[in-house]
C-alpha cells in the first residue's frame, strides 16, 4: 500500500467517525478525536519512522518542508480527494516526528447548523468595524468565522480578502469577490498581506490569527477606516481579549491602541464545545457588543468592568457565558459536572443552577 493510500485511509476514518482529528507518530498507532474524546486506532499497527517519512512527503510542500527543517515544526493544508481538507502542523517530539491533523469539512455550516444564536449574525450585516472569536484551540473559532463570511457571500456584494496560515475552509463566490491568500505561498507573513489591502478595494477581511502587535495594529486601523474585519484570538473572555490587545503594545503605545480599539471594536464572541449528553458537542457562548459603556470602559482603562456589563446587559442582546451554560443544563444538553469544567466564574454559575 502507498504512503498516500494509507493516509487517506485514515482521514477516511475521520471522516466517517465524524471526527474532528487525526494524530500520528512513529512508534504509536493513529489515534482520531470523536466527540471531543481521543480514539486509539488500536487494529493499526504503530506507525514507523518509514511510514512517517512516507506521509511527509505526502502531506508537505517543498516550501513546507524547508519551514519545518529549519524550525522543527511547519503548518500545512491538505486537500481530501476533493471532500474535505486537513489543516496540519507538524512537529519533533523526543526527536521523532509527530503530525495532528484537524478535519475541515467543505460544506460551511450556518449559524444555525452550529447551534449559535441569530444575533451573532448581525456583526456579517455591519458596513465596518472589528468582529473577534475568541476561546482555547480546537473549539470552533475558524469554523464560526466561516460562517460569517459565508453569510455574508450569499447576501452581500462584497469584496472579501481572508489571508490565513493555512487556508483552512475553501469559499465559493456567490454574491461577492473572495480572495483567498496563504502566508508563506501567497504572501510573506500576515503584516504584509494586511498593509497590501489598503490597495485591493477590500471590503471585508477575515485574518485568520492576529499573532503580533503590528498585525493587531494593522487589523484595527483597517476596521477604523470603513472596513469590516474579522480575526481570532486564543483568549478565554472578552475582557481578556482586550486587555491581551493593549498589552501586547509597548507602554507608549497602549494608549493609542486602547483609544482605537474603543472606536472600531463591534463585539467579541467567546465560544466552547462541551460534550453533549446525547453525543458531539454543543457550544456555550459569551457575547459583548459594544456600545458607549463598553466603549468608556475601554477607553478609561476600566477593562475589568466588562464581565459586569455584560451581565447585566442581556436586554441589548448580550450573553453571559455562565447563563448560556446554565440554559444548556436547564435543556438537558450538557451535564451541571461540564457546565461547572467549561465555567470561568464557577461560584457565580453555582448561584445561577
Keep these: 500500500m502507498s504512503y498516500k493510500q494509507e493516509l487517506q485511509d485514515l482521514m477516511e476514518t475521520v471522516v466517517k467517525e465524524d471526527g474532528s482529528d487525526l494524530h500520528l507518530a512513529e512508534g504509536r498507532s493513529p489515534v482520531i478525536r470523536v466527540g471531543g474524546t481521543l480514539i486509539s486506532l488500536l487494529k493499526q499497527p504503530a506507525l514507523t519512522k ?16 524547508s519551514v519545518f527543517l529549519k524550525n522543527k515544526e511547519a503548518d500545512f493544508a491538505y486537500d481530501f480527494k476533493g471532500q474535505a481538507r486537513f489543516r496540519g502542523n507538524i512537529f519533533i517530539q523526543q526527536g521523532r516526528m509527530g503530525i495532528a491533523l484537524r478535519l475541515i469539512p467543505n460544506k460551511i455550516r450556518t449559524l444555525q447548523e452550529l447551534n449559535l444564536p441569530p444575533i451573532i449574525g448581525t456583526f456579517a450585516q455591519r458596513q465596518q468595524g472589528f468582529f473577534l472569536i475568541v476561546g482555547p484551540t480546537g473549539h470552533g473559532k475558524s469554523t464560526t468565522m466561516a460562517a460569517l463570511i459565508e453569510m455574508i457571500n450569499n447576501e452581500r456584494t462584497e469584496h472579501i480578502i481572508t489571508i490565513e496560515d493555512p487556508i483552512e475552509y475553501v469559499f465559493k463566490p456567490n454574491k461577492s469577490v473572495i480572495d483567498q491568500r496563504e502566508v508563506r505561498i501567497d504572501t510573506p507573513d500576515f503584516y504584509t498581506a494586511l498593509r497590501g489591502v489598503f490597495r485591493q478595494d477590500v471590503d471585508v477581511l477575515m485574518v485568520g490569527e492576529m499573532r503580533e502587535p503590528e498585525t493587531i495594529s494593522v487589523a484595527v486601523t483597517a476596521a477604523e477606516t470603513g472596513h469590516l474585519v474579522f480575526s481570532t484570538l486564543h483568549t478565554n473572555t472578552a475582557a481578556n481579549t482586550v486587555e491581551r490587545i493593549i498589552d501586547s503594545f509597548p507602554g507608549n503605545q497602549q494608549d493609542q491602541i486602547r483609544i482605537q480599539l474603543a472606536g472600531s471594536l463591534a463585539g467579541i464572541l467567546s465560544q466552547r464545545l462541551i460534550p453533549r449528553i446525547s453525543g458531539g458537542l454543543i457550544p456555550a457562548y459569551e457575547l459583548l457588543i459594544n456600545n458607549s459603556a463598553v466603549t468608556n470602559l475601554i477607553r478609561e482603562n476600566r477593562v475589568y468592568e466588562i464581565n459586569t456589563v455584560i451581565e447585566t446587559s442581556s ?39
Design 50 to 65: 518509514e511510514n512517517m517519512h512516507g506521509i511527509v512527503e505526502e502531506v508537505l510542500t517543498t516550501e513546507a518542508k
Design 315 to 353: 436586554e441589548l442582546g448580550m450573553i453571559d457565558l455562565n447563563r448560556s451554560l446554565v440554559e444548556l443544563v436547564e435543556k438537558g444538553e450538557i451535564t451541571v459536572e461540564n457546565a461547572h469544567l467549561y465555567s470561568t466564574n464557577p461560584k457565580q454559575l453555582e448561584k445561577l443552577l
